[in-house]
């Protein structure tokens, strides 16, 4: 139910789900960039490193769908501080490993932390505002998640150049004791007074993420096609017996009459499927900057680093653009406009120079800005009060699995052409050139999910400022 909140609660919670999230996204990507010297330190060969890695994103599989429960049952803000202290923890343990295993173990600390944080934090957020003041809140808060993959790796690679690969965790520690100083505060304390626990659709759901997610992370780690397909299928099984779970139980973890709800339905579609394409241009252009064109991670970071400033002017524009246009509109034509992007940075050849790229990525951050304030305000803009908690648990689910997906999807695309345009004698930066034609052309058609809106969808949400 919601509680009229004092205007200190709904001007700083926004700002502290922001600095969680920020947190979170930086954690995520920092990693890459420092692995070899970690390696080095630790006296481990840097493919072992990879470990490192996939704990963290498995922990997060494992846990996101508890993480609604448990804040109906104790308290959006007793679960919200505990997941910061937890990730402060997992954080100071991965800065004093002393070797691999207590790096992984660490990192699956980080990622229980991590897993609670960002769900509670939104769902914390929904309950406060009223539907029209929703957009313009959440916009504030989604920043970082662009701006985090961007910064990431360029962050990642100065620490390592010029102090060391621990204070790429320790970084974190005086985000999250502000996020805690600032949530002993300000954080609203929301139950709920009807709690049932799912065990075995918990586990059953679960086990379905972590497979997929296993898949993911399988992908361009080993060469045997056939564990990765086997463990991907058995994946989409465990999603097959979860919903036969669900038709038959009173109470399930995440309700199947969710669906139901039409915007939360193309909502949930519309994110896995344009997250497909977006998710892997963070990853593909400094890559290519590398590979292709000779420059070092630093130059390639810097390149892509115009996307997070102007994702924030994107922020400021979001909510006059769906106001006047409505989120119909607003998703399909924005979707096409992104899909047309990511098509252009196929555009410049190897001979030309790779500052083409900073006005294309400028303008796609700005894009990207819009859809994902957009997609993730009209999938809960519809949901009940009851349906709150579990629909947003499974969004975090959906949006940490399409990240996933979306890489890897890129990554195949590359692989495939960089065998095709060797063998016709070709150089790599072809494959990356027709892999940005194809990932673009699949962001395009995403948008036809989007057409399964009608034009006075969202009108719920549209601010009054």
């Known amino acids: 139910m919601m509680i009229n909140q004092p205007p200190s609660v709904k001007k700083y919670l926004p700002l502290i789900l922001a600095t969680s999230i920020f947190m979170q996204m930086l954690d995520s990507t920092i990693l890459n960039t420092s692995l070899p010297s970690i390696a080095k330190d630790l006296n481990e060969s840097p493919l072992n490193m990879q470990n490192a890695i996939i704990s963290y994103v498995l922990t997060l599989a494992l846990f996101m769908p508890v993480s609604g429960f448990l804040a109906d049952k104790f308290g959006t803000k007793k679960i919200f501080i505990l997941s910061l202290v937890i990730f402060i923890l997992g954080s100071l343990f991965c800065a004093m490993s002393q070797n691999l295993m207590q790096l992984v173990l660490s990192r699956v600390v980080q990622g229980v932390g991590g897993s609670l944080m960002t769900p509670v934090g939104r769902l914390a957020l929904i309950k406060t505002f009223e539907k029209n003041a929703l957009v313009k809140a959440m916009n504030y808060a989604i920043v970082p998640a662009l701006i985090g993959p961007i910064l990431g790796p360029l962050v990642g690679g100065y620490m390592v150049d010029y102090l060391s690969w621990h204070w790429i965790f320790l970084i974190n520690i005086p985000f999250g004791v502000l996020?805690?100083?600032?949530?002993?505060?300000?954080?609203?304390?929301?139950?709920?007074?009807?709690?049932?626990?799912?065990?075995?659709?918990?586990?059953?759901?679960?086990?379905?993420?972590?497979?997929?997610?296993?898949?993911?992370?399988?992908?361009?780690?080993?060469?045997?096609?056939?564990?990765?397909?086997?463990?991907?299928?058995?994946?989409?099984?465990?999603?097959?017996?979860?919903?036969?779970?669900?038709?038959?139980?009173?109470?399930?973890?995440?309700?199947?009459?969710?669906?139901?709800?039409?915007?939360?339905?193309?909502?949930?579609?519309?994110?896995?499927?344009?997250?497909?394409?977006?998710?892997?241009?963070?990853?593909?252009?400094?890559?290519?900057?590398?590979?292709?064109?000779?420059?070092?991670?630093?130059?390639?970071?810097?390149?892509?680093?115009?996307?997070?400033?102007?994702?924030?002017?994107?922020k400021s524009t979001v909510i006059g653009i769906l106001n006047y246009f409505?989120?119909?509109?607003?998703?399909?034509?924005?979707?096409?406009?992104?899909?047309?992007?990511?098509?252009?940075?196929?555009?410049?050849?190897?001979?030309?120079?790779?500052?083409?790229?900073?006005?294309?990525?400028?303008?796609?951050?700005?894009?990207?800005?819009?859809?994902?304030?957009?997609?993730?305000?009209?999938?809960?803009?519809?949901?009940?009060?009851?349906?709150?908690?579990?629909?947003?648990?499974?969004?975090?689910?959906?949006?940490?699995?399409?990240?996933?997906?979306?890489?890897?999807?890129?990554?195949?695309?590359?692989?495939?052409?960089?065998?095709?345009?060797?063998?016709?004698?070709?150089?790599?930066?072809?494959?990356?050139?027709?892999?940005?034609?194809?990932?673009?052309?699949?962001?395009?058609?995403?948008?036809?999910?989007?057409?399964?809106?009608?034009?006075r969808d969202g009108d719920n949400m549209k601010s009054q400022v």
């Open 179 to 314: 996020g805690i100083i600032m949530s002993v505060k300000y954080m609203p304390d929301f139950k709920s007074e009807q709690i049932t626990f799912d065990l075995k659709g918990f586990l059953i759901f679960a086990s379905a993420s972590l497979l997929l997610s296993i898949s993911l992370e399988l992908f361009g780690n080993t060469p045997h096609t056939s564990i990765i397909l086997l463990v991907f299928i058995l994946g989409f099984l465990m999603i097959y017996f979860y919903y036969k779970h669900a038709r038959k139980t009173t109470n399930p973890i995440f309700p199947l009459n969710l669906f139901q709800v039409r915007t939360f339905r193309v909502g949930i579609i519309g994110n896995l499927a344009t997250r497909l394409g977006i998710s892997s241009i963070p990853l593909l252009l400094p890559l290519m900057i590398q590979v292709a064109y000779g420059e070092s991670a630093v130059v390639s970071g810097w390149i892509v680093a115009p996307m997070a400033l102007t994702a924030m002017l994107g």
């Open 326 to 455: 409505g989120y119909r509109k607003t998703l399909m034509t924005n979707t096409f406009i992104i899909g047309l992007l990511i098509a252009c940075l196929g555009i410049p050849g190897i001979e030309s120079s790779i500052y083409w790229f900073i006005p294309i990525i400028a303008i796609l951050g700005f894009f990207n800005s819009i859809q994902f304030t957009s997609m993730n305000t009209i999938a809960i803009a519809d949901l009940r009060e009851k349906h709150t908690s579990s629909g947003n648990s499974l969004l975090a689910v959906n949006q940490q699995l399409a990240v996933g997906f979306g890489i890897a999807f890129g990554l195949i695309a590359l692989k495939l052409f960089e065998g095709n345009t060797q063998s016709l004698g070709a150089d790599t930066h072809e494959a990356f050139r027709y892999t940005f034609f194809v990932v673009g052309a699949l962001t395009i058609l995403s948008g036809i999910v989007f057409r399964r809106l009608h034009e």
